[in-house]
């Protein structure tokens, strides 16, 4: 038998909210996903002004990132013509991201979920969903 740590709906709130506050002091509204460990849904928020075709951009973010345990950026550079990665984007029903945005939540080494956020440019959405992982970080550290 094994145990598995994963993420609550608490702490999915509490990631969500660090990157609102992130999003709110870009000022861009941001969609913002969070996975369990497995890509599932935990959590999602569409900020007034997120966009519409983001919904499911950020879903697929933290599906990416919380299934695969890896950053989508990681993936991006992956996915070019001739890499043995090539196309990756298309598995999973096209559900796997290439864009910088989704990221992995971990907790003492172990992959709990992923977060993703989408609306901004990917390094935006990148520094966003970053803010989300610090903010549960450091709740988690008090």
Excluded: W
């Amino acid at each position: 038998m094994i145990s598995v740590k994963r993420l609550s709906i608490e702490d999915a709130r509490i990631l969500i909210e660090g990157a609102r506050e992130k999003s709110v002091e870009i000022g861009l509204p941001m969609c913002i996903a969070v996975t369990d460990d497995s890509g599932n849904l935990i959590a999602f928020e569409r900020m007034n002004g997120g966009k519409a075709h983001s919904i499911v951009v950020a879903q697929d973010k933290a599906f990416t990132a919380g299934a695969a345990r890896k950053a989508t950026h990681e993936y991006n550079a992956a996915n070019m013509p001739g890499n043995l990665a090539f196309g990756i984007d298309t598995e999973h029903g096209g559900r796997v991201s290439t864009v910088g945005g989704g990221l992995p939540v971990i907790v003492d080494g172990e992959c709990v979920g992923g977060i993703g956020a989408s609306s901004g440019t990917p390094q935006q959405d990148i520094e966003v969903s970053q803010a989300g992982i610090e903010r549960f970080l450091t709740t988690l550290n008090k």
